[in-house]
């Protein structure tokens, strides 16, 4: 399948970087401002600072009140929001183009000039918190969440995308106001659309908006920290009990990405994957069983997460040692080669007539790669990847000397530490 | 906005009908086989066999295993899926045109033949009863689920739609063969299908898997009790107090539905609506509130839920009580009611855009008023909403006689109950 795309990227005097895409059929447009600030960007006693700004900026400008903007965005559909990651804060929005203009006014706005008062930081804090209790409440998040905090101890990685309570309640508008000019920098921010758009007529909107920003250079990031095969007993009074596995994996840009997306695949990344069948299908073991590759700049994880009957999680790390070891010395079968190949270019067609997904795509790769990625590319890296490249690669990363393990359940047995412990 | 818009529906002799839409530029296709059959279906004894059969279904047929079914669902793109809903069952799939053939033939075959053994019955009852825990682990499902027992009590509308441990227990496969023949008639199925789809194929291609059924018509639901106002208090170790209220609301024919939309988005439906803003926005006591709309065929039911801190759960019901009594008493203003209007429209485009959005456009329309209805209606109904039609109907739904509440955290104050009195 062939789609049309026609993209062009264009960089203003101060650094800021601007990328569209045109997509034939669409009447609305998909557009994000990426920021590359996010919580690795955050210093020991920042930590939830690059969140809390994604917060603040929808309470008031010098322009509008928190009210204005609610409604406006609301107007237009409310298929606009934002989000904090580790490395990016993005604002984004869909829109039927005539609202385009709006749109652009509203977050650009929200980005460029937030006013917060002090009673808006005091109130946005507490949300914050109630946020945190959220994840804190939820089983699963908050074992992933402890789970991320020792398998990078004492660094920027590792901490919170949302902060500790006590680093949240701690900020004041001036220290947030310095983070936020040391990183909201022209040569930090990404401006990317797709869909029925323009490009000159984008170009210059984005321009008027963003041009008189005085240039920048953007702020690297603390050390990251190296991957650590941590384990992690807790004991809580759950229904299931929760597991999580970890294994270092790859950064976005590493070439063997494409094996990797694969390998994944194969072992936890869809219905017909190992552990799905193995865990789900033939033992009826868990509802929720899948694996995932987390992949950041310049390094990623491997991590999988399973949820099972408290009496019988003995059985479930078992069943996990026995499959992980099976992959990591057998590698993969050319059937399933060719399954994860064909399921990972499905995957890749369909998304690409999303006009939010095309608008992601393109800034991710910018962002990473700094150019356009051709679709057919990205096919053909799936298509060249061999038998070989995956099964090396399974051999390297599931390396059971490098496996992180969490627990968290009604009873926890100090036994199942040594579970993948060659 | 105008999306050109080309739809077709056929009824095959045995009672089935066939629903299609043809939308211009997609390469992409999305259908549904929908089964009015869901949980207000089962009888006493019986709850849970229809989520069960979304189960059971992808265990295997005749002519292909568990694992085939989910290898082939897999190449498709994974964006196949199934699920069960209190008045229906839905297996559907969006993949590529080309994908088309291949993917009706496997939801055809697991919708029409699943053969599953007593191992599969045994394996996916186990994964039922994980999936139960899971929902019982969660504060909100679990509070929100059993506030909904209590408020339709002794019906079937009022049972979980996953049923309970010792119903799903007790399923063997004759008896859940015997319900699944009774409700999988033609009479109660429909295949949609929005995309770049040609009605004269898929027409054909419908009838050649549905075709020779016998004909049947659709079995009733049994009676489905009484909107009560439930007071449920439960203490439990949480993070947050976990609240929800309820008012009896309207059903998915009722012609006030329009302007019900749009009192729910002034209550709580969006980022500007009144609870929004007053609780999260201006007091910053919850990271969620929300109001919602639950339209039934028959009935429905309006209601809010929030999660907020322990020791905050006073001033939260306090506030909640103000806004509902505002809103009863006074109504929503001219401006309100504007936007309101404008918000619905945009939400309105800008899913006419997703070939998924519009194959369940297509399905509900047919099934709850038996007719295609052009988005162009849909807008003119929000357009002719009237500020004393929306004023009529926050004094009627509002009404504190008729509140339910429902109260979930470390303390219940039991004086809570009365918060809504009267």
């Known amino acids: 399948m062939t789609l049309p795309y026609d993209n062009r990227l264009h960089t203003l005097d101060n650094g800021l970087r601007i990328a569209t895409e045109h997509l034939q059929g669409a009447r609305s447009v998909s557009f994000g401002i990426w920021i590359e600030a996010g919580s690795v960007h955050e210093a020991p006693g920042q930590e939830g600072m690059a969140h809390l700004w994604e917060h603040l900026a929808f309470k008031g400008t010098k322009r509008r009140s928190a009210l204005d903007i609610a409604k406006s965005l609301d ?107 040391a990183h909201y920098r022209p040569g930090s921010i990404l401006v990317s659309a797709a869909g029925h758009v323009h490009h000159e007529a984008f170009q210059g909107m984005v321009e008027r908006h963003f041009g008189s920003l ?68 033939r033992r009826g073991l868990a509802y929720t069983v899948y694996s995932f590759a987390n992949a950041m700049s310049g390094q990623g994880v491997q991590q999988i997460y399973a949820a099972v009957d408290p009496e019988r999680t003995g059985e479930l790390l078992d069943c996990l040692r026995q499959e992980l070891a099976k992959l990591a010395s057998g590698g993969v079968t050319p059937e399933e080669l060719e399954h994860a190949r064909d399921h990972l270019l499905s995957v890749l067609y369909l998304t690409l007539e999303s006009s939010e997904d095309r608008m992601s795509r393109l800034a991710r790769n910018q962002l990473l790669l700094g150019r356009f990625v051709p679709p057919e590319e990205t096919a053909s890296r799936f298509e060249e990847v061999t038998l070989d490249e995956v099964r090396a690669l399974a051999a390297e990363i599931l390396d059971p000397a490098r496996a992180g393990l969490a627990v968290m359940g009604p009873t926890v047995d100090p036994g199942w530490a040594g579970t993948f412990r060659p």
Chains 1, 2 share one sequence.
Request: proline share 6%.
């Open 214 to 281: 005085p240039e920048g250079s953007p702020l690297s990031a603390p050390p990251l920290g190296r991957y650590t095969p941590a384990v992690l007993m807790r004991e809580r009074d759950t229904e299931q009990t929760h597991v999580g596995i970890s294994f270092p994996g790859l950064g976005a840009t590493d070439e063997r990405r494409f094996a990797m997306g694969m390998l994944n695949a194969v072992l936890g990344g869809n219905m017909s994957s190992r552990l799905f069948q193995e865990i789900r299908e």
């Open 75 to 181: 107007l237009l559909g409310g298929y606009s929001n934002a989000y904090t990651s580790r490395e990016h804060t993005c604002f984004h929005a869909r829109v039927v183009d005539t609202h385009l203009d709006e749109a652009m006014d509203i977050l650009a706005d929200i980005v460029l000039s937030p006013r917060p008062s002090a009673d808006d930081l005091a109130r946005e804090t507490d949300v914050v918190l109630q946020e945190i209790a959220m994840v804190e409440e939820d089983p699963e998040d908050c074992l992933m969440e402890a789970f991320w905090r020792e398998i990078w101890p004492q660094s920027s990685l590792g901490h919170s995308i949302l902060g500790m309570p006590e680093t949240v309640r701690s900020f004041d508008l001036s220290g947030l106001e310095s983070w936020r000019t």
